[in-house]
């Protein structure tokens, strides 16, 4: 009975300080609960998109064309497809990556706008627009080019626009990536030829495959 008291009058004499802890731990409780809400649904709508949209699983660059992508195809079990990159210099801080459209990997989704439909058009990645002051409607010179800017596009392969494997921090103001139509690459010299490869079995048997895709080009090649 006496420890009861003793326990009470602590109580008392430093309510405001318990009242303080217990708030603190309701509101760690609660923002625990929300980022991990948040996070979770994050995690589905990325995947959706990148579902939806045919992310690449890996890519790489040859120095000659595959003569018959088909074959490769068949072979690795794959999608292969293959698109244009160039780094076009705005200025001396600024970047903006040139990338042609593409039609089964890596497919733009237009989230502001319109999509390409004739030469001289671009989709610019939301943020770089923003940060440089191109909305839709303004032009832009790239690589020698002037383009109108139809709309704003995400990318499966560029969520997280990073102009360096090595970079950790998107930067808008410095680097981003624009869409354009493949035909706009016809007269841009050193444009890079990049291919795309995403492997029909989406399961963890497909791991040894995947690791094995390098020695299945180099016998095709």
Request: glycine content about 2%; aromatic content about 8%.
């Given at each position: 009975m006496a420890l009861n008291k003793r326990v009470f009058r602590i109580l008392k004499e430093n309510l405001l300080r318990y009242l303080g802890v217990l708030l603190l731990i309701i509101l760690?409780?609660?923002?625990?609960?929300?980022?991990?809400?948040?996070?979770?649904?994050?995690?589905?709508?990325?995947?959706?998109?990148?579902?939806?949209?045919?992310?690449?699983?890996?890519?790489?660059?040859?120095?000659?064309?595959?003569?018959?992508?088909?074959?490769?195809?068949?072979?690795?079990?794959?999608?292969?497809?293959?698109?244009?990159?160039?780094?076009?210099?705005?200025?001396?801080?600024?970047?903006l990556r040139l990338l042609s459209k593409t039609e089964k990997l890596n497919i733009p989704a237009v989230i502001e706008g319109q999509a390409l439909s004739g030469p001289g058009e671009i989709l610019l990645d939301p943020a770089f627009a923003k940060a440089n002051g191109y909305p839709v409607g303004s032009s832009i010179s790239a690589a020698g080019k002037n383009f109108t800017v139809v709309g704003f596009v995400s990318l499966p392969h560029y969520i997280y626009p990073l102009k360096n494997v090595y970079d950790i921090m998107v930067l808008p103001d410095n680097f981003g990536v624009g869409v354009i139509n493949r035909e706009e690459f016809a007269d841009i010299d050193n444009a890079a030829s990049i291919y795309s490869v995403r492997f029909n079995d989406r399961t963890r048997a497909s791991i040894n495959r995947r690791r094995n895709f390098g020695s299945v080009y180099t016998q095709k090649a």
């Open positions: 760690g409780s609660y923002s625990f609960i929300v980022a991990a809400g948040i996070s979770q649904n994050l995690a589905v709508l990325v995947t959706t998109f990148t579902e939806e949209h045919m992310q690449e699983d890996l890519s790489f660059s040859t120095d000659k064309a595959i003569s018959d992508s088909a074959k490769l195809e068949k072979a690795s079990d794959a999608i292969i497809e293959e698109y244009m990159s160039f780094d076009a210099t705005l200025s001396d801080s600024l970047t």
